[in-house]
């Protein structure tokens, strides 16, 4: 059962669904007509009533269809990136207690070159510039420091060398 707003302004009903129906047909109704189904408490016009899109010539909307589902990956810190970080922060620390750093600069430096060279060909799925960069820098900071030490030791140790060589 139904109520309606007519042109008037006044109200009708209740009425039967095949009564409005037949409102319909004679153009007594129409799809702007306000009406108010028995159990509800809103107006709304006809054409949200499915039952009546017939009658009133428009076919029911479609159900919305699925659109496709895009995935984006979640980009991750590349693992060449991290380790190059971390050969950097050994080539500084604990490398410079013997040998000079090595080998923790020199994987540093090429852990560091290989995770810039996959990152810049896949940006969109691995990230951890940063840490490649500042691996690179610690491991070359650390060679150029192992250098310099290296050529103070020669330096400082060469007259003991010479002296030695003049006893003999």
């Known amino acids: 059962m139904y109520r309606i707003i007519g042109a008037d302004g006044r109200e009708y009903g209740p009425i039967t669904a095949d ?3 037949e409102w319909i047909a ?3 109704a129409n799809a702007q007509t306000r009406a108010l189904a028995e159990g509800t408490s809103q107006w709304k016009p006809l054409t949200e009533y499915l039952e009546f899109a017939v009658a009133l ?3 029911p909307p479609p159900w919305p269809s699925p659109r496709p589902i895009s995935i984006t990956p979640t980009p991750r810190t590349n ?3 991290f380790t190059a970080m971390i050969m950097g922060v050994l080539s500084i620390t604990c490398g410079m207690c013997c040998c ?3 080998p923790f600069n020199l994987l540093g430096i090429v852990f560091a ?3 810039l060279a996959q990152i810049r060909n896949d940006p969109h799925s691995q990230e951890g510039r940063g ?3 500042a691996g690179l820098v610690l491991s070359l900071f ?3 420091l192992a250098a310099l030490l290296f050529t103070l030791g020669l330096a400082l140790s060469t007259p003991d060398i010479l002296r030695k060589i003049e006893r003999l």
């Open 19 to 21: 009564q409005l129906r």
């Open 100 to 102: 000079y750093g090595m």
């Open 26 to 28: 004679e153009g007594r």
């Open 79 to 81: 693992s060449l990136a």
């Open 131 to 133: 840490l490649a960069i």
């Open 113 to 115: 070159l290989v995770a």
């Open 142 to 144: 650390s060679l150029v």
């Open 57 to 59: 010539g428009h076919t």
